[in-house]
């Protein structure tokens, strides 16, 4: 194992005519002839053609922007978008820049509940539609599950991309696209930045990790087809990343410039294998990485901006001619070399189609369209980039069917049958690491009360937890009498002081540990709690890597993820109603000797 992205009505219908993505030809239902596909070809190629350049520049921008309306956001949102967009709301931002793509954000306070996601997105269209050859605007969001989640509770949420792998099954994963597309679509969001393809053989990944299937490139690439395919069963884009692979580097490419010293030979045994899988099962997107890999592209430049990698590799020797959309912009891995004014002009040189979420909007747009009339980008090459865009829209279904209507989303979203499935999967990935003594599962009749102390950290959606309370809560219904006491990521002496001497009135103690460093706060608590003779259950509530810190617990579970969905499953394994059938995905190496594995992809005990 080694070591280590027409004129179209301006009304509430488009013209049927155009309608090139509905019905028979929507995403899952099946090719078009080649006469058909020639004929709706040229009817995007007359949109095209009809566009003024100000509106072809627009449509290869996906933007951010503030507010849970597109017309009437709370005044600090206006103030927000005044400061960083130089509008004041959603509507605003479609007519300055004539935007043809839209993503929603948590910390933008686009997603409060799903009812007024949908709202948020038929406004969105509303006001697009109503411009001159207004288009429909194409909504994305990060939905990868587990340890990035833009929507929350009521929506459905499902285990996270690691966890999944330790669950190992393709049916689950086509689930989860199919379940979650479906909820997205029902929201008016038609391309989801997910499933994540990266390889992650680096322990120290900062920005991977549990995001990633595993360490596996053949696991990884069948459960990313899975997932991609119940997305497109759902009506939904998917969006493989980080193209060329992100799963080696022990630097996060929001604040640096990782690089990726994988040999052309090892990435194409490597990284290579779950984005040609991807390719192969019909991708529609594929997002760039913001990292330098000197193997495939020596200039220095970063994957985003090099003509070599995605030009080269990722459409001449894979054969990919979809969409391709940028990591965020606004990301330090991408602005390192160049400045904001040239890395949207040297991103389409390269071969990217849609523009993600640049720092500064006006400077962006302004660089793209100066470049083409300077004539450094053709309006020619322009074209290209927005054909494939309304190709994109057309398949989706946006040119005949932009909005969604009200009565899905209640009928759609977060349904019983919905948040069943996902209790389901999420007890199928729940993985038993360590359990001396049989000491788990554990029984109401020695074991009923329990102390759950350790790390609370943010909800990924903002909805769920904290994780002990949840842990507590759930043990509870199963008839313990369980109580919680959060301990922080870092628990002090005082803290630990506290845990011990709560543990002394428990029959047992969960434990969960977040990121486990060596004598850490985290390590000492655990430690002292082993000390005072109480059956101690440690649950590593995201990296699976933190059993090789803790040799001193008798029973350790990994969820990989700390929403409630996952939290639940593994307080039902401690329980004893389900037995754990999770197996890891990646290896973990002991802790005193990194060279070593101490337990091997595929571990996992059970009862």
């Known amino acids: 194992m080694p070591s280590r992205r027409t004129v179209l009505a301006a009304t509430a219908g488009v013209t049927a005519a155009l309608a090139v993505g509905a019905g028979a030809n929507a995403l899952g239902s099946g090719d078009t002839n080649s006469e058909e596909k020639n004929a709706d070809d040229r009817k995007l190629r007359a949109i095209v053609a009809r566009m003024s350049l100000a509106e072809k520049v627009g449509q290869l921008f996906v933007m951010r922007v503030y507010g849970h309306s597109a017309t009437d956001p709370d005044q600090a949102d206006i103030e927000a978008n005044l400061k960083e967009i130089g509008v004041r709301t959603a509507a605003e931002l479609i007519a300055k820049y004539r935007v043809g793509g839209i993503i929603y954000f948590t910390w933008t306070h686009n997603t409060r509940d799903p009812r007024q996601i949908a709202e948020l997105s038929n406004g969105i269209q509303r006001a697009s539609l109503a411009q001159p050859r207004g288009l429909p605007v194409l909504i994305a969001t990060d939905q990868e599950h587990g340890a990035v989640c833009r929507i929350g509770r009521p929506a459905t949420l499902f285990p996270g991309a690691m966890a999944m792998g330790a669950g190992g099954s393709r049916a689950d994963a086509r689930t989860l696209g199919r379940i979650s597309g479906a909820e997205l679509r029902a929201m008016g969001v038609r391309q989801d930045y997910s499933p994540d393809a990266d390889v992650n053989v680096n322990p120290a990944n900062p920005i991977i990790g549990v995001r990633s299937f595993g360490a596996g490139p053949d696991a990884v690439g069948a459960l990313v087809a899975a997932e991609a395919q119940g997305y497109r069963d759902a009506g939904v884009a998917a969006t493989v990343k980080h193209f060329p692979g992100h799963g080696d580097t022990a630097v996060d490419s929001h604040t640096g410039f990782p690089v990726i010293t994988h040999s052309r030979e090892l990435w194409e045994k490597l990284d290579a294998v779950p984005f040609r899988a991807a390719i192969e099962a019909g991708i529609d997107s594929v997002m760039t990485a913001h990292i330098q890999f000197p193997a495939l592209d020596g200039s220095g430049d970063p994957a985003t901006l090099s003509h070599p990698v995605l030009t080269g590799i990722l459409r001449g020797e894979l054969g990919y001619d979809g969409v391709v959309v940028t990591d965020s912009l606004g990301m330090a891995g991408v602005r390192t070399k160049y400045g904001d004014d040239r890395v949207p002009v040297l991103a389409l040189k390269a071969g990217v189609d849609q523009l993600l979420d ?60 919905h948040l069943a499935a996902a209790d389901r999967i999420a007890e199928r990935t729940t993985t038993l690491l360590v359990n001396e003594g049989g000491l788990l599962p554990l029984s109401r009749r020695t074991h009923g009360k329990v102390l759950v102390v350790g790390a609370d950290p943010a909800s990924p959606s903002g909805t769920t937890g904290p994780p002990t309370g949840v842990l507590a809560a759930a043990l509870t219904e199963l008839g313990f009498a369980a109580t919680a006491l959060s301990t922080g990521t870092d628990p002090s002496a005082a803290d630990a002081d506290k845990a011990v001497a709560a543990a002394q009135g428990a029959d047992a103690v969960v434990v969960g540990t977040y990121n486990v460093t060596a004598g850490g706060g985290q390590q000492r608590l655990v430690e002292r709690l082993v000390a005072t003779g109480r059956p101690v259950v440690a649950v590593a509530v995201r990296n699976p890597y933190d ?43 002991r802790a005193d000797d990194p060279a070593q594995v101490l337990y091997p992809i595929g571990h996992g005990l059970t009862y």
Request: aromatic share 4%; with cysteine; net charge positive.
């Open 358 to 417: 640049p720092p500064h909007p006006d400077v962006a747009w302004n660089a793209v369209l100066k470049a083409v009339q300077e004539g450094e980008l053709t309006e020619s090459r322009l074209d290209e980039s927005i054909l494939r865009i309304l190709r994109l829209k057309s398949r989706l279904g946006l040119l005949d069917r932009p909005y969604v209507p009200a009565k899905d989303v209640g009928r759609v979203v977060g349904t019983a049958q």
């Open 547 to 589: 059993v090789a810190q803790l040799p001193f617990v008798k029973a350790c579970l990994a969820t990989y993820s700390w929403t409630d969905v996952e939290l639940r499953a593994a307080a039902r394994v401690i329980a004893g109603q389900v037995a754990p059938h999770g197996r890891l995905p990646v290896p973990v190496q």
